[in-house]
């Protein structure tokens, strides 16, 4: 029996195989098609000091073998999720990320602290490309990626994971500065600045004008980006970018990833993280590999 | 919910650019309320990536067979037409909030497409009028015929029923207790503003660009007013599609 489960600093799941925020709601809606407790993660949608109602539709367009989206943050508040979605999720056998955004590092603080204990682990977003104020403004320079990380894990009283943005010039540098603030781990990529134009109108698809380009057509772009990042840092990476099969994923933990996150492929298939984690063990044992880390960065360059 | 394959029996063009799929699945034959839709994988690759959201136009239990209608805008419903009988087709379903059905004297207002998941609805009021519009041909008006009081037709070259829009059909809706409609934008909205002014109960089925279908990934939002006038955007695929007009803004 090849061993599954991965720690990935402290937070301890029993396979690597976790939902992508932004992606998967509160758990709620793919809960009515599984058992939540056969996932090793749930990172939630994307949290706010306040509640928001996002941008307006169009907030979707299907390119090829890609979606951009473009939703803004729509959530109710970090404090009903914690009085009315967290119970739910806790039922589970299922570690449960906080994704966080704010506009400003003191209401990224405010967040963290009001989360607390309550949750396995913080991801904090500095790289969704959908807002105008913070999110992404933070995630693409070192200094900035450094100061918020150091801030806010000095009020963060579970694992902090930084979620990295791919629209940057050299993502090792932003790796490295997550690191030196104080990141317990890393979770890349976010997804990728796009633009999709509708030739009848003229007009671009999406009412916010461009949007977050995710799907197997961001693969390539995530599996080099975490191979680079795993040259870089010592803390855990969880990779995420068009995982739609388990072969993407044993492709991502080649490239250096400890654990890897499923998100467009819910949408075709509610079942994808289920038969990733059944497809990652089939894998090991076929293959007699003791345990999933053991593959971790074995790619032979 | 189910979630699996379904053995198509037929895909037929039953007007320009329209067509009408029957698959079996005796499940969701069961469970549709009507104005629920079912969320389809059209191809088996990763183009086109996501589902495609079609409401179901008649729901036969005794038969456990599934009927859509749709229509051919795009890349995917161009693909769905080339399914045969004897394929199968990957649906989950069926999906978000239906029609509540009204005991008293209803009419369902229909425009294009959106005549299709109204047919279910009709077949299950008591007492139902029909005012259906078309951009040209007509389809599916045998069977509003079949379980409606009266139909009236319209089409915008005069080739069904009358020349012009469904909404010349009627001046006013005072008769009926309840009016669901479901069509363009600009005639949703019109008879909304006519059973506001009439005092009739109104219920409208949006259509948004979806992902999920199921109401995780939020993109398909639809801008609603709750009772204490405060604007949200709700989700099309969960909340809706079919929304009390009272609620729906129906103006973006």
Redesign the interface.
Known sequence: MSNMAVDIAGIRMKNPVMTAS????FG???G??FDLSLLGGIVV?GLTLKPR??????????T????L?S?GL?NPGVEYFLENELPFLRKHDVAVIANIAGNTEEEYCAMTEKLGASVDGIELNISCPNVKEGGVAFGTRPESVYRITQRVKACCKVPLIVKLSPNVTDIREIALSAEEGGADALSLINTLLGMAIDIRTRRPILSNIVGGLS??AVKPVAVRMVWQVAQAVKIPIIGMGGI?TWEDAVEFILAGADAVSVG?A???N??APVEIAGGLKAYLEANEIGAIGDIKGKVMI | ?V?KDCEIISNKEIAQGIYELCFVSAQIAEAAEPGQFVHV?IGKG??????RPISICKADAGQGVISLVYQVVGRGTKVLTEYGPGEVLDV?GPLGKGFPVIEGKCAVIGGGIGNAPLLELASRLRSCDAYLGFRSQGYKVEEFNACCSQVQLASDDGTTGAKGFVTALFDSLKQYDAVYTCGPKPMMRRVKEMCKRDGVKCYISVE???????????????KTQAADGS???SKAC?DGPVFDAEEVMLD?
């Open positions: 932004g992606t998967y709601g709620r809606e793919y009515e098609y949608k109602e996002g941008n307006k539709p169009p907030r979707i367009a299907e090829p073998a890609g979606i989206n939703v729509q799907g197997p739609t467009t819910n949408f075709g509610p079942f | 919910m979630y994988k990763l183009d086109p990536l996501l589902r989950m948004e660009r979806m992902g999920c279908g199921v109401g995780a990934c939020l993109v398909c939002a639809c604007l949200h955007y969960k973006e």
